[in-house]
Nanobody
Framework: VQLQAFGGGLVQAGGSLRLSCAAS????????IGWFRQAPGKVREFVVA????????VYADSLQGRFTISRDNAKNTVYLQMNSLKPEDTAVYYC??????????????????WGQGTVVTVSS
């Protein structure tokens, strides 16, 4: 599967953005899809992941309910709605696919396919 993340940009603190992860290739609905991010000078971290059907998700504890993940398997796309953005959300956001696990997980090593990343910048 090939993944492409887009929708990043510059937004003021308190604003919103919606990221999209579009997939092509093998059956999209068979993959767990996760979002990860890497802030400048920091290691990449887990943000959120969604099950193959879209009926379950796991979020990073630090998000405090500000982000929502969803997917449309008919469109081969996963969405990340980000609200109440903070300057500390500034990062490159990557989507990734897990084709092996039986459950939604936060483990970066389980995600074998990665998109190129989209930059989110939140100004104060």
């Amino acid at each position: 599967v090939q993944l492409q993340a887009f929708g990043g940009g510059l937004v003021q603190a308190g604003g919103s953005l919606r990221l999209s992860c579009a997939a092509s290739g093998r059956s999209f609905s068979s993959y767990i899809i996760g979002w990860f991010r890497q802030a400048p000078g920091k290691v990449r971290e887990f943000v959120v992941a969604i099950s193959q059907s879209g009926n379950s998700a796991v979020y990073a504890d630090s998000l405090q309910g500000r982000f929502t993940i969803s997917r449309d398997n008919a469109k081969n796309t996963v969405y990340l709605q980000m609200n109440s953005l903070k300057p500390e959300d500034t990062a490159v956001y990557y989507c990734a696919a897990d084709d092996y696990s039986d459950y939604v997980n936060r483990t970066e090593g389980r995600y074998h396919y990665w998109g190129q990343g989209t930059v989110v910048t939140v100004s104060s």
